[in-house]
């Protein structure tokens, strides 16, 4: 029962390194995803969101995260390491987690719409490619995860209802111009 304890204190700790860099994205009006790599107790990788910034479709937490551990450790086999991430990986993540050799994915919210870590048909698939599955734990923090999620997408959406408020405001200036103008 300790050594379970010790490993959810661990989880806890990890994931809310992966929090921080969530708020990262965030902060950048990035989708607020985060991600680090542990080995050993210690994060060797970080990442968070930054598609708008890169322009890029490729550049999610997890991917920035594997990049930068493989950099620190080397190589780019991640063995004994932990992807710790706050929202259920895509497929796409999931793809290079499995290429990167990472032996567990803990995450924080399940994603329904594009998780694949919990889905039985993509564990069967990459089992059957990979011949390997790395442990996964779902639902760390997962309140305070999806919390962040939720908050940026309700700031979103409330910004596109000012700015539709705002064209149609700047729509109806430019009708009533134009009938006094006798358009």
Not at 31 to 52: C, H, Q, T, W, Y
Not at 63 to 73: K, L
Not at 126 to 134: G, K
């Amino acid at each position: 029962m300790e050594n379970q304890l010790s490993e959810l204190e661990n989880d806890a700790f990890f994931m809310a390194e992966a929090l921080r860099e969530a708020q990262h994205a965030f902060d950048n009006e990035e989708v607020p995803i985060g991600a680090v790599i542990v080995l050993d107790s210690k994060v060797i990788g970080r990442g968070f969101n930054m598609i708008e910034k890169r322009a890029d479709a490729t550049a999610h937490a997890e991917t920035i995260a594997i990049g930068s551990a493989a950099a620190e450790a080397g190589s780019w086999r991640l063995h004994d390491c932990t992807l710790y991430v706050t929202l259920e990986p895509c497929m796409m993540c999931l793809g290079a987690s499995l290429q990167s050799r990472v032996k567990r994915i803990v995450f924080g919210a399940s994603d329904s719409r594009f998780g694949a870590v919990t889905t039985r048909s993509h564990r069967e698939i990459s089992e059957e490619a990979y011949r390997r599955w790395p442990e996964v734990t779902g639902g760390v923090m997962a309140n305070e995860c999806r919390d962040l999620i939720q908050s940026f997408f309700k700031i979103i959406r409330q910004r596109a209802k000012e700015n539709k408020i705002s064209a149609d405001k700047n729509n109806g200036d430019s009708a009533q111009q134009d009938a006094n103008a006798g358009l």
